[in-house]
């Protein structure tokens, strides 16, 4: 019984005209939107290479120059494109991509792309992901919204039953004939962006396992959609109101809640301007140890603190510069800093993705988006990763600087000169983003949530078929 | 003329008159039995009243955030005044030397002044590009003009999502509500088989499925307005701009317009149900989603910008040549400015007149490099602006924007207006500085301010007439082919 309604029902599919423009569409769409991210792609690695290259040269060549004058100066980490961007973009166009890393302060990742093009940009992008999850979905229920209804309209369903079916057999069948097109267009697109991938150059950090990893997701987020189309479709009474519900499902699941979401996001657990953020760190910092200030409470502390640790009476007699060495105790403390305000951002954010998640019990996107940047490496965890990683690289690097201040000169000698060849010494920036594991495991409630609409949809779809 | 034709003709006329208020009541009874009335101002109401809710907590947080930064400023120039005066009268300070308002250079970078963007008083209608970037900044004597954060600390996922605002309610909801209403007019008839009855009416189909829609059309015309009426009065909107507000429900009618337009004309030419909302709702993803996404792919195809690290790399090398040539600079500089030095007679020269003179030299040089980002954007602009006739979608919620000052150009607008403005707070400052004067208490009272002014070039209601007219000539289009094809027969397929 399964078997025949799957080759009925998909004789049926392959035969409607629609069908094929449909697909034929769809796959053209892809097409072009793998090819302008590809290019995309190459362009950005292209420039990241050479930008990359380019900072490291101008800091090796500084000449002589006093260490710290070196770490004001600074130098600038470059955030990578990662291969999967190239099936799901995120949120890459809304976060700037280089970061700016300097003495005292932490700074942003500055030039998102999104700033730099016009209002347009915020109606989306043609790109993979855009077709993924708004487009396939909207193709599912195009091709399933009048399965069942259909049978009613032409009458066929009361000479089915005359012929004894077994209704959810019957169902399954359908559902299979329509799932199949949709799982071999899902494989040939997930095949194709991996041979694209792998033969892209400095393809870096692409895996195989986590392309397939992604297609699983995105075969379950059409799963769902197909079972509440298929659902809709057994309870609606004609075709055009069962096609409405379904789209309003999908209007409600992929535009409306996401909007919401983010709005009360926003309302419930706010971040600071930019601006209030920057005062908030000032504030703190102006309480502490201030590296270039020698005459504040906490400098004069400090300075007891060491002399009775080397038991000398004075700081010229310090093994070391006092003055490098308390820049260094300043930096420590303004990382410090840092560190408490970023980390109340991070809460800020995990409080509004907790928000996030609690409705996506209503919609099965949400968990399908956050899981697909994840696994891509787009979403706003990997950002984060990657600007924590160069808030290390920069606290490091002024160790490294200080340190070289403090040995090789002596108190209040602010002339001594580094040679030219000690910036050469200090390692380069080197990031790795997050393992699959990792990803997975942080994201395993999304995997949960999307697991439950996989199991529930389904069954409701199937207890549905018994009142046919 | 043929005196049969005219007799004909005006029979005719005076049955259509006679039928247009017969239709009128019948439709709105049908309409209020079938719930749909009800239904739709349900919706309207609780959509219009979300999102106006959600514009209106965003605005308000924005004036908030605007008047506390003023606030703060308020509270340490009062501070700063009390240290000036403390300096004057001789006073030993606590202050670190560096920040003591004497020197022109510690007003100049700790005390900056708000730069902030005023929300306009439709600035709920659409978040536009306000949750990208920043209403307020304060820019600082030695900090560079092209490093100026303009982009807000914003979670990214925020931004990929968008906004539950008015213009999301109006471009993309509205069209679809519309569909709902009316992708069966004609087709319901044919399939209950009432069609056959209405055939043998002394009035044509299409001018039937017209008056249908139009009717239609008035009751959610009318339906709209209130509910948006009622939630602008509840969430209480202050000091509401009544033209603007007309502009905007103008735009709005002359958008639902165009819709109704279409499914006049998928009604005529496609038969069942289903495929009029099949093929309703495929324009809807072709205007709404498709038009715009490819639009902005093609924008930023045709005028890329320049990569930014590529700006950071020539920044830094201009900044390293300058630091090198410092003392030259300087000198240069005091040659070619000579009125910044008029009265001073110390000639001491220390570090920040050496910086400021080479920050100069390396904003003259880089002008050119950032010049080309904004001339691609408004290349880019040009290029949508001329192109978004392609997608109602997409005037309509550029209008919007433009509506509610949350528009590119906006933005745009405001970044130059503040890059003035530092131009303008450094070069009163760096006078102090040349002339190695001290900032005193009688100065502070000259110290310049910012005020923005709004964009005042708003094209809505040419807007409006577009759409109108592309609504207009949909419908005649429809009248002209279908009348043509009507002789072969509607009831036959």
Request: aromatic residues 14%; charged residues 20%.
């Amino acid at each position: 019984m399964i078997v025949k309604a799957f080759i009925k029902e998909s004789k049926e599919l392959w035969r409607d005209g629609r069908v094929r423009v449909a697909f034929a569409i769809v796959t053209i769409l892809l097409g072009i939107a793998v090819w302008i991210s590809a290019r995309q792609y190459q362009h950005i690695n292209e420039q990241y290479q050479n930008a990359k290259s380019a900072e490291r040269a101008i800091w090796d060549d500084q000449g002589e120059k006093n260490p710290h004058s070196a770490a004001h100066y600074g130098t600038y980490a470059f955030k990578p494109k990662y291969p999967l961007s190239l099936v799901d973009q995120g949120v890459d166009k809304y976060v700037g991509t280089s970061i700016f890393l300097t003495a005292h302060n932490r700074n942003e990742a500055q030039f998102s792309a999104a700033a730099d093009q016009t209002g347009l940009a915020r109606f989306g992008d043609l790109t993979p992901d855009f077709i993924l999850l708004f487009i396939i979905p909207l193709l599912i229920i195009l091709l399933a919204y009048n399965s069942f209804t259909k049978e009613r309209e032409m009458g066929t369903l009361t000479l089915l039953k005359s012929q004894g079916i077994t209704p959810w057999k019957w169902a399954i069948g359908k559902w299979s004939a329509l799932f199949f097109p949709v799982l071999i267009a899902t494989i040939v697109l997930f095949v194709i962006a991996g041979i694209v991938l792998s033969n892209l150059k400095d393809f870096g950090v692409f895996r195989w396992q986590s392309l397939f990893i992604l297609s699983l997701v995105y075969i379950g987020y059409y799963i769902i959609f197909l079972n509440i189309v298929l659902f809709i479709s057994l309870k609606a009474k004609k075709s055009g109101i069962a096609l409405v519900l379904s789209l309003s499902v999908w209007i409600l699941a992929c535009l409306a809640v996401p909007k919401a979401a983010s709005n009360i996001a926003e309302s419930k657990h706010p971040y600071p301007t930019r601006q209030e953020f920057a005062a908030n760190v000032l504030k703190d910092k102006q309480n502490g140890l201030d590296g270039h200030n020698p005459w504040s409470k906490e400098s004069k502390m400090l300075e007891q603190q060491v002399l009775a640790e080397h038991g000398v009476d004075s700081l010229h007699k310090l093994p070391f510069n006092f003055d490098a060495y308390r820049m260094q105790k300043g930096e420590e403390h303004e990382a410090e800093i840092y560190a408490k305000h970023y980390k109340y951002l991070k809460e800020q954010y995990s409080k509004q993705s907790g928000l996030y998640q609690s409705l996506a019990i209503i919609s099965p996107y949400l968990p399908t988006r956050f899981l697909s940047m994840a696994i891509a490496r787009t979403d706003y965890s990997a950002h984060w990763d990657f600007s924590d990683a160069a808030e290390d690289y920069r606290i490091a690097t002024q160790k490294f600087l200080n340190d070289n201040f403090a040995q090789n000169s002596s108190y209040g000698e602010w002339d001594y000169r580094a040679n030219a060849n000690f910036w050469g010494k200090l390692p380069e920036f080197s990031y790795n983003p997050q393992e699959l594991n990792a990803i997975l495991t942080t994201n395993a409630s999304s995997l949960w949530i999307l697991g439950a609409w996989i199991l529930l949809s389904f069954g409701a779809f199937l207890i549905t078929t018994k009142s046919i | 003329m043929d005196p049969a034709f005219l007799w004909r003709f005006s029979y005719n006329h005076k049955i259509h008159l006679t039928m247009l208020p017969y239709n009128f009541k019948y439709e709105l009874r049908l309409l209020l039995r079938s719930r749909w009335i009800q239904l739709l101002s349900v919706l309207l109401l609780v959509l219009f009243g979300f999102s106006t809710y959600n514009g209106s907590t965003k605005v308000e947080k924005r004036t908030n955030d605007i008047s506390s930064a003023k606030k703060e400023v308020e509270e340490t120039d009062q501070a700063m005044l009390k240290l000036l005066d403390s300096v004057e009268r001789g006073m030993e300070v606590s202050a670190s030397p560096w920040t003591i308002p004497t020197s022109p250079m510690a007003v100049g970078n700790y005390h900056p002044r708000v730069a902030a963007m005023e929300p306009k008083p439709m600035a709920f209608v659409s978040t536009g590009q306000a949750d990208l970037f920043t209403h307020y900044v304060k820019p600082t004597v030695s900090g560079d003009d092209f490093a100026l954060n303009f982009t807000e600390m914003t979670s990214p996922v925020q931004l990929l999502f968008g906004s539950f605002d008015l213009a999301f309610v109006i471009v993309y909801l509205l069209p679809l509500l519309i569909i709902a209403f009316t992708y069966n007019v004609l087709s319901s008839e044919k399939e209950q088989g009432s069609l056959r009855l209405l055939a043998s009416q002394p009035i044509s189909v299409r001018k039937w499925v017209f008056q249908k829609l139009i009717l239609r059309f008035f009751w959610l015309s009318i339906l709209v307005t209130l509910s948006l009426y009622i939630v602008f009065l509840v969430v209480g909107i202050q000091a509401l701009d009544w033209l603007s507000v007309l502009s905007l429900l103008g735009l709005t009618l002359c958008y639902m317009l165009f819709w109704f337009a279409l499914a006049f004309l998928v009604n005529l030419f496609v038969d069942s149900s289903a495929k009029n909302a099949v093929s309703l709702i495929m324009l809807w993803v072709i205007f709404v989603l498709l038009t715009p996404s490819v639009l902005n792919q093609t924008a930023s195809t045709l005028y890329p910008m320049p990569s930014r690290t590529i700006l950071i790399s020539e920044m830094r090398e201009h900044k390293a040549e300058a630091t090198k040539k410092q003392d030259e600079i300087l000198d240069n500089f005091l040659r070619d400015h000579p009125e910044y030095a008029i009265n001073d007679s110390t000639q001491s020269r220390n570090f920040y007149h050496r910086y400021m003179a080479s920050q100069k030299i390396v904003k003259e040089e880089l002008e050119p490099i950032v010049g080309e980002y904004e001339d691609q954007l408004q290349k880019q602009q040009e290029w949508s602006r001329k192109l978004q006739w392609l997608s109602p979608a997409i005037v309509v919620q550029e209008s919007l924007n433009q509506l509610a000052g949350t528009s590119t150009a906006d933005y745009e607008n405001y970044r130059r207006q503040v890059i003035e403005f530092a131009e303008t707070w450094r070069t009163h400052l760096i006078t102090f500085l040349y002339n190695n004067a001290t900032f005193s208490q009688q100065d502070y009272a000259s110290l310049p301010q910012f005020t923005y002014s709004n964009n005042t070039n708003n094209n809505v209601g040419f807007s409006s007439v577009v759409l109108l007219l592309i609504a207009a000539a949909l419908l005649i289009f429809g009248f002209a082919v279908q009348g043509r094809s009507e002789k072969k027969g509607m009831l036959s397929h």
